[in-house]
């Protein structure tokens, strides 16, 4: 594996690659880090992109070394250099890169009080890559301009019958009673490493867990609705269109538990 980008990189040309977004702690650790291990490893053995595993760890240690306390590490994986075409070679050179950066700035208001989402006018259709965290992410970007233009805080994506997949940059999840529901990602979305560490917590907590697709207005009737994302954490929703949700207990005690993990 290599670490530099070439002008004819197959992860520039056709999006063949995959990356994970890590938070890194004030102690410069990543808690979270055998999660995205994981499900990067996962995602190389989809697209047949050979991977050294103790090269991922390498990668990580060398860019933590220059980690001056809390923050965001973005690791990419790629085919590496490729001629044209979309057949890729048949022994590739994979490029492995890590990238640090700062938190994004979620405010403290919008922590405790929740934030406003808009629904995006831009699909999610079926991936035959769902769940993975793949390179081609254009739908989302496309999706971030709308919530730009519209002024939300995030947006929700919806499937091509019009039910909730994820927000933009964040999975999705909704308390009904003692039951936490999300949706499926078997046809679309990205499979959050937060989103499994939570259903996990959930489910140990005793709560029903409900993962499936549902109609939009299935939200209106929700107890409380939340984003979550390895970086953010939980973020409380309180307001789509004209619907208005408080922050109930259980949504801050899951935010209070995945910020534990980064004290």
């Known amino acids: 594996m290599n670490g530099r980008v070439a002008s004819d990189d ?44 103790p090269a991922l760890e390498r990668c990580l240690e060398g860019a933590l070394a220059d980690a001056s306390g809390a923050g965001v590490l973005k690791l990419t994986l790629t085919r590496g250099p490729g001629g044209r075409g979309y057949l890729p070679p048949e022994s590739p050179t994979p490029t ?33 890559l769902a769940g993975c965290k793949h390179l081609n992410r254009l739908p989302q970007v496309l999706g971030r301009r709308e919530v730009a233009a519209q002024g939300w805080d995030e947006g929700l994506m ?30 679309a979305g990205v499979a959050g490493v937060a989103r499994g560490w939570l259903l996990e917590q959930a489910a140990a907590a005793g709560w029903c867990i409900d993962v499936r697709m549902r109609p939009l207005s299935h939200l209106r009737a929700a107890d409380g609705v939340f984003l979550s994302n390895a970086v953010v954490g939980v973020l409380p929703v309180r307001k789509l269109a004209q619907w208005v949700w408080p922050v109930p207990e259980p949504v801050r005690r899951f935010q209070r538990d995945l910020d534990l993990l980064f004290q």
């Not at 880090?33 to 996962?42: E, I, Q, V």
């Not at 950066?101 to 006018?121: A, F, I, K, T």
């Open 96 to 128: 492995l890169f890590a990238r640090l950066g700062g938190l994004p700035p979620w405010s403290d208001e919008q922590r405790s009080r929740g934030v406003v989402l808009g629904v995006c006018d831009t699909p999610l259709g079926l991936d035959p």
């Open 10 to 53: 197959r992860g520039l040309a056709y999006g063949d690659g995959l990356f994970e977004t890590l938070r890194v702690s004030a102690a410069g650790t990543t808690p979270l880090w055998p999660r995205h291990r994981a499900r990067l490893l996962d995602g190389a053995g989809r697209l047949g992109i050979p991977v050294d595993p």
């Open 158 to 187: 919806l499937d091509e019958w019009r039910r909730p997949v994820e927000a933009t940059a964040m999975n999705l999840f909704a308390l009904f009673g003692n039951t936490l529901w999300t949706p499926s990602l078997e046809r």
